[in-house]
């Protein structure tokens, strides 16, 4: 439409105001309504009286604003940019959408020479005019508009977020799927550091641009946690590649990205059928614990997993890692309570050649193996007084000094700790520093005892024969009935380790067959039949959350309910109508 506009040319000419303004005016002469065409130069000086009369001789309007620097421009979005000399190139930032770039040579005309001479003048407005005319009467800024029209069109079409900064990190695209992803509008962004317009930096500050290693052509993949503008936490896939100018200067990196939200819950909900990485669990408590996995995973805090032996903390431990962006280095596990508190510490902080004896040469801790990564440090109420003194200024500065040595050592791992022991009593007990305490455990995971959560041994049990029959090769044609409910009813004081020790010992002892109570292990039968002393004839106890979760897992059917919770059927109709469970 007449008198709107739809494009941008910008003139930069560097040292002299004169170049860039002569060419601005030249160009509005020749060109319509439909271009805004600019000028820009890094000299504030107002025009010589020799290039106003210049510009008035040849019919010219006289500019009435000064010219603005290039990189106040910077976030306006231009269809071409010309620059006259090597300065006015240097000059020049990335500037938004990525206009089309020409360059016109005069430094050896515009370079050391009084513009306000009238030949020299007179010489750059015929050389100017030549210029000017041939790019917008010889068809050039069509091409470039076509060509910037349908890239533009691709770019904004595409279901795939699209984000490039220049080597400042400085946004210079942003198309219109980047804008429902994010939440932020592309005035929001553009001209902006990426780690400063979102909320704890758009790629969390793990891509290989913050660490100055994104030299590859190759796509580097990177799954991010994010918040976008409304609070709503998303999941992210993205990919970051390179950007180079045509004679390869570094110009900066562009992310393509997309939300995999709903992708994830998806897998999630599959996974938690088969295993939450590894994890083997549908009763509610272990969907929490589920759930609290996924929303920790990216956070940079420490985590506390609590729980009894054998409960599978360090599984969970892993599935935190992997879920996290630091999935692809190292996932360094220690046990802290096999080690006594000097090699523990060598073994945390490594140590120098000559520390102690027996210190041959040089050896990496752990801290150092689990840069980041994740370092795992199982059975943390364990350790000494002193070797928690050296732990807390670890998490607090994020450096330590190796055995023996005196250079300081950065760390960038994740520590995640483990106890089964409680670690409050311990802190009221003088026994564990209340500092460290409450540094470690910002977010516990609590994980719940197996006897609190039976409706999933059948899961375990499923889970377990066919692991083992796939490491050994030995198969069973099944397991009795009898067997199951023996199984329901053990309280499992050793947890799912126990309970997985237990059916490796009855596939081997059932030699191919159907499992019978003959191949349980001997204190399974025992703990089993001092149960039953105890309950003195009275039905098992059960649990509303497992009752709801084995009729979510039969889809309501009582009789086979019941036969999961190992309880007679009479038992569970009665429990319902007890506790008004329709």
């Known amino acids: 439409m007449p008198g709107k506009i739809k494009h941008r040319l910008l003139f930069v000419s560097s040292g002299n105001a004169e170049t860039s303004v002569i060419a601005a005016m030249l160009a509005r002469a020749k060109l319509d309504e439909s271009w805004e065409v600019e000028y820009s130069s890094d000299s504030s000086f107002p025009l010589h009286d020799s290039a106003v009369k210049l510009l008035h001789r040849h019919g010219l309007p ?101 984000l490039a900064h220049d080597s400042h990190r400085r946004i210079f695209v942003f198309n219109r799927a980047a804008e429902m992803i994010t939440g932020y509008s592309v005035d929001e962004v553009i001209g902006k550091d990426c780690h400063a317009v979102f909320p704890g930096m758009f790629c969390g500050g793990n891509c290989s641009f913050c660490d100055g290693t994104l ?84 956070e940079q805090v420490p985590v506390l997993i609590e729980g ?61 193996l689990a840069q980041h990564g994740t370092l795992f440090l199982d059975e943390i109420g364990e350790i000494s007084p002193a070797m928690q003194v050296k732990l807390l200024r670890v998490i607090e500065e994020h450096t330590y000094f190796p055995v023996g040595g005196e250079k300081e050592v950065k760390t960038d791992a994740r520590v995640v700790c483990a106890t089964n022991r409680n670690l409050k009593q311990l802190v009221k007990e003088g026994k564990f520093r209340e500092d460290l305490y409450y540094r470690l455990a910002v977010v516990p995971i609590h994980l719940p005892p197996l006897r609190s959560r039976k409706s999933d041994i059948p899961l375990l049990v499923q889970h377990f024969m066919e692991q083992f029959a796939s490491e050994t090769d030995r198969h069973c044609e099944g397991i009795r009935s009898e067997v199951m409910q023996q199984l329901m009813q053990n309280s499992w004081h050793g947890n799912v380790r126990q309970l997985s020790n237990a059916l490796q010992y009855a596939m081997i002892k059932c030699r ?71």
């Open 62 to 162: 006289i500019p009435d604003t000064q010219p603005s620097p290039p990189k106040k421009l910077q976030a306006r979005q231009y269809d071409a940019v010309v620059t006259f000399c090597e300065s006015s190139v240097r000059l020049c930032p990335t500037f938004s959408g990525l206009p089309a770039r020409f360059h016109w040579p005069l430094d050896q005309m515009i370079d050391g020479n009084p513009l306000e001479s009238e030949a020299v003048l007179e010489s750059l407005f015929a050389i100017l005019e030549t210029r000017v005319s041939a790019l917008i009467e010889f068809g050039s800024l069509d091409v470039v508009n076509q060509l910037r029209s349908t890239f533009g069109a691709l770019i904004d079409h595409l279901t795939d977020g699209v």
């Open 512 to 582: 191919g067959g159907e499992i019978t109570l003959d191949h349980l292990p001997p204190e399974l039968n025992i703990d089993s039949a001092e149960n039953n002393e105890t309950k003195t004839g009275r039905p098992q106890k059960l649990e509303r959350d497992d009752v709801l979760t084995a009729l979510r897992q039969t889809d309501g059917n009582r009789a086979k309910a019941a036969r999961l919770l190992g309880v007679a059927r009479s038992t569970l109709y009665r429990y319902l109508e007890q506790a008004e469970i329709v």
């Open 215 to 298: 030299e590859s052509e190759e796509k580097i993949k990177y799954p991010k946690r994010f918040r976008d503008k409304n609070e709503k936490l998303l999941d992210l896939e993205m990919s970051a590649i390179p950007l180079h100018t045509a004679d390869q200067r570094y110009l900066g990196a562009m992310v393509i990205f997309k939300d995999v939200t709903e992708v994830n819950r998806l897998k999630r909900n599959l996974q938690r059928s088969k295993g939450f990485y590894g994890i083997i669990g549908n009763h509610d408590s272990m969907h929490r614990v589920f759930n609290s996995i996924s929303e920790l995973a990216d």
């Open 308 to 368: 009894e032996s054998g409960t599978g903390k360090e599984l969970v431990a892993e599935a935190l890692h992997r879920l996290s962006v630091r999935s692809k280095n190292p996932f360094v596990p220690v046990n802290c309570g096999a080690l006594p508190e000097g090699i523990l510490e060598s073994e945390l902080f490594g140590h120098v050649k000559g520390a102690f004896t027996g210190a041959i040469r040089d050896k990496k801790g752990r801290f150092e």
